[in-house]
């Protein structure tokens, strides 16, 4: 009678294998889990993002008055004047835009609320100290906010400049996403 067995180094270099191929499989299961949480964060950053610079670029250019007008001088020195925040008078309902009718119109402030989040308010008054705040950004993207106003810029021009952090960038990604665009008012001048 003939029996074949495995010696005991055959079984522990199968364990080893076994063993190397198990840390494979679940070092390249967290890598894509990873990733695809990843991912899953930058498309809500993304979309943030979009969702608020399309919020300002719709509110902005119904302005009707500023809270507080940009200097022409550039106090801070250099050729900008630049603020964290935009309180204005606008239309509430912008696809009906009556800049002689002011009884349909708020006050809206843009800026980063002390928990980080950036946010529009809607507020009864030019000092914005009551009314509902809407997040457009979430403070885990550590969003940032600049309202620039340029040297030899149109008095009605005004770029703006949005910043935030992906927490964990995918490989081959960037951490810091930057958009930006420029706004024309159309019936105040924003710098005086």
Do not use: H
Not at 105 to 118: H, Q, V
Request: hydrophobic share 45%; glycine share 4%; aromatic share 12%.
């Amino acid at each position: 009678m003939n029996v074949k067995a495995l010696t005991l180094i055959e079984l522990i270099i199968t364990l080893i294998i076994i063993s190397i191929v198990m840390v494979l499989i679940s070092a390249s299961l967290f890598f894509f889990i990873a990733q695809f949480q990843s991912n899953v964060e930058r498309s809500q950053l993304y979309a943030q993002m979009n969702y608020a610079m399309e919020d300002v670029k719709m509110r902005c250019p119904s302005a009707i008055d500023l809270g507080s007008y940009f200097d022409v001088r550039f106090p801070s020195g250099g050729n900008k004047d630049t603020k964290d925040k935009l309180i204005f008078w606008g239309e509430k309902d912008q696809a009906n835009v009556t800049p002689d009718d002011k009884s349909d119109n708020l006050w809206y402030k843009y800026y980063i609320n002390p928990s980080g989040d950036f946010v529009i308010k809607e507020c009864v008054n030019s000092s914005c100290n009551a009314g509902s705040e809407d997040i457009l950004i979430d403070k885990d993207f550590q969003p940032k906010i600049e309202f620039i106003y340029e040297k030899d810029s149109a008095p009605n021009f005004l770029k703006v400049l949005l910043t935030a952090q992906n927490k964990k960038p995918a490989l081959g990604s960037q951490a810091q996403i930057v958009k930006e665009a420029g706004l024309r008012f159309w019936f105040i001048d924003i710098a005086k």
